[in-house]
């Protein structure tokens, strides 16, 4: 119930649509149980006592009932839909809303398939409940008290013989409550591995089929999709022992019925109408309770998906925005003092004592080798992260006196594989400001070198990409995401590995936009190439999340460091080149 109640305020608004559903319920119950009653009438009143003439009125009566019946049947399924749609709406945009506001660090440990179940499987579970468990719960207990009225007023005995068995099915109806819930929430868990092994495989289809490890991704989903049929399965197990249980119990009410009644027909204690209408009674009691299996199904299933939802509702949010944050635009000073930042609390520190200064306009450079902290650095400026400890400053003010969007939107990224999404060019490109006028954004794309191949394409800006921005070659993403970072206009400007991934002749074209986004902006360019770096303000070479050098290019080659080390290489390898080229 703990679960229902924290989710209460996405549903409980709404409940106007639930009591109406209900009222109609109300009538659609009632004129059920009329049935019996017109049958007892027909028999009792009209064939024994041979009065025919009754026959039109009854039917006519008959009729009027079902008319009822069936605008009231209209409005309490429609009432309960509208409930459980409106409240699930809200639920799904909150989870959407939440999941923009959670940090890097929950998505460090997410799965995108994972979440994706939650956010579709899970949510419709606990809709189905919302919508129809609770007025299947309260119309099985409706159903069952009328009936049990009706019963008692025209039999007291019978009735208390037809309700002997009532314990029996309330007690397998509680145990199967207690083996189906932890089921279904196995079912749930292993759905969202199968989906995160299907997602995975998608995204990194590249990787799988260059490694050709189709075959092994074959048998890990089949050992994902047969944990899911496993516990399908026992779930079904429990399930299906269920039904034949309640049904015998079932039928051993209505032998003690037709025990009971019949004697007490032949001894004149009850009219013979009234045993038919015990008849049908008993089944209207029966019913409900076997039916109170599916519902308790629903209700599982809806609470163990409320569960999962509530994990995300309820997670954490680490980076969070202070009381009166401001919202500033920056001139572009970036002061890191004395920063350490751990990502996990018993891993290694991922930057340690880093302090440097960077005024608005100057470019720091930062090297060395993998894990050694360069893109750490960057994503403490946009508050990706929080440091330890130190401060990191932007204009002189620490980064979280800043509303986390006005700091974040200026700062613009520009990484080694930037993400496009699966719409047209001119979207992706204005996707930072969505206001911005169609000359800034063809601007912004001559400014990137991105016009001329973006005009060769059939439709120009209006070309749709596919996922992942399918269709188009490493160099080209790259150049649509720099006239992305044009449009947001920022102050500060990451590059991050910016150009690691193309040729000699594309790298020269996006330096050559690169240059031309730079220009007036604080920017951080981290690259392994000496020559992305060399007209640095300052290079900052890293290693172990450390500072070990620093200094501008032509001091650093003469240091006797690793910056010269590489810087050596790299040259060396290029005499080689020139060597046999000539
Ligand atoms: N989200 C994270 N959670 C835990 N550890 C992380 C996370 N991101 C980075 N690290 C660790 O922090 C250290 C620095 O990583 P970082 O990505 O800053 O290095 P880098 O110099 O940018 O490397 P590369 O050149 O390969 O991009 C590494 O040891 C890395 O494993």
Redesign the pocket.
């Known amino acids: 119930m703990e679960t229902f109640k924290k989710l209460k305020h996405y549903y409980w608004p709404y409940r106007k649509y639930l009591f109406t559903s209900l009222f109609f319920l109300l009538f659609v119950v009632a004129i059920t149980v009329v049935y019996p009653i017109v049958l007892q009438l027909t028999i009792d009143e009209v064939v024994l006592e041979e009065r025919y003439s009754l026959i039109p009125y009854i039917a006519a009566g008959f009729f009027l009932i079902m008319l009822v019946k069936g605008v009231s049947s209209f409005f309490h399924q429609y009432m309960g839909d509208l409930f459980g749609i409106t409240a699930v709406y809200k639920l799904r945009e909150a989870l959407y809303e939440k999941l923009q506001v959670l940090s ?2 929950y998505y ?1 440990n997410a799965r995108t398939g994972d979440l994706m179940s939650r956010k579709t499987t899970d949510v419709e579970g606990f809709r189905n409940f919302i919508s129809f468990g609770i007025s299947d719960l309260i119309e099985i207990t409706m159903l069952i008290l009328f009936s049990l009225g009706v019963m008692f007023y025209y039999s007291m005995p019978l009735a208390l013989v037809t309700m002997a068995a009532m314990p029996f099915l309330a007690v397998v109806v509680y145990r199967f409550d207690k083996r189906v819930h932890p089921a279904f929430r196995g079912i749930r868990k292993s759905f969202g591995r199968l989906n995160t092994r299907v997602q995975e495989n998608i995204s990194g289809m590249n990787t799988v089929k260059s490694l050709s490890k189709e075959d092994f991704e074959i048998d890990r989903f089949s050992d994902s999709n047969d944990n899911y049929r496993q516990h399908y399965l026992f779930t079904s197990e429990i399930w299906s022992k269920y039904f034949p249980v309640m049904e015998f119990i079932g039928n051993i009410c209505v032998v003690l019925l037709l025990a009971f009644g019949g004697f007490l027909v032949i001894n004149g204690g009850l009219s013979l109408g009234a045993l038919v209408a015990f008849f049908s009674l008993v089944w209207y009691i029966m019913g409900p309770l076997m039916n109170l299996g599916f519902v308790i199904n629903m209700f599982s299933q809806a609470k163990a998906s409320g569960e999962r939802l509530l994990e995300i509702l309820e997670a954490a949010e680490d980076v969070t925005e202070k009381e009166g944050a401001v919202d500033r635009v920056v001139s572009g000073h970036v002061t890191f003092k004395d920063v350490t ?1 751990t ?2 609390a018993d ?2 520190e ?2 340690k004592h880093i302090s440097f200064d960077a005024p608005p306009g100057t470019v720091i450079g ?1 090297s ?12 403490l400026i946009t508050r990706f ?1 929080e440091p330890e400890t130190g401060k990191v400053l932007v204009d002189g003010r620490p980064v979280d006196d800043y509303q986390l969007a006005a700091l974040r939107k200026q700062i613009g990224f520009v990484l ?1 594989e930037s993400f496009l999404f699966s719409t047209t060019i001119g979207e992706n490109i204005r996707y930072g400001n969505p206001d911005i006028p169609e000359e800034q954004i063809i601007d912004a794309a001559k400014r990137a070198q991105a016009h001329d191949f973006i005009m060769e394409m059939p439709k120009g800006y209006d070309t749709m990409l596919g996922e992942r921005g399918m269709g188009l070659s490493g160099g080209q993403k790259q150049r649509i995401a720099i006239a992305r970072a044009i449009c947001i206009n920022p102050s500060i400007l990451v590059l ?2 910016a150009t690691s991934a193309v040729d000699m002749e594309t790298e020269f074209k996006i330096q050559k936009a690169l240059k031309e986004v730079m220009k007036g902006r604080t920017t951080f360019i ?1 690259a ?1 190439r000496i020559s992305s770096l060399k007209h640095a303000d300052e290079i900052l070479v ?1 290693e ?2 450390g500072i070990i050098e620093r200094g501008k290019h032509a001091e650093l080659i003469h240091n006797n460091g690793p910056y010269e080390r590489i810087y050596n290489i790299q040259y060396q390898d290029r005499e080689h080149i020139m060597e046999t080229a000539t």
């Open positions: 890097f660090k460090d930042l990502y996990t891993d290694d991922a930057l930062l060395g080798p993998t894990g050694s902290g360069k893109t750490s650095i960057t994503q992260y080694q991050d590995d981290i392994h890293l172990n999340g």
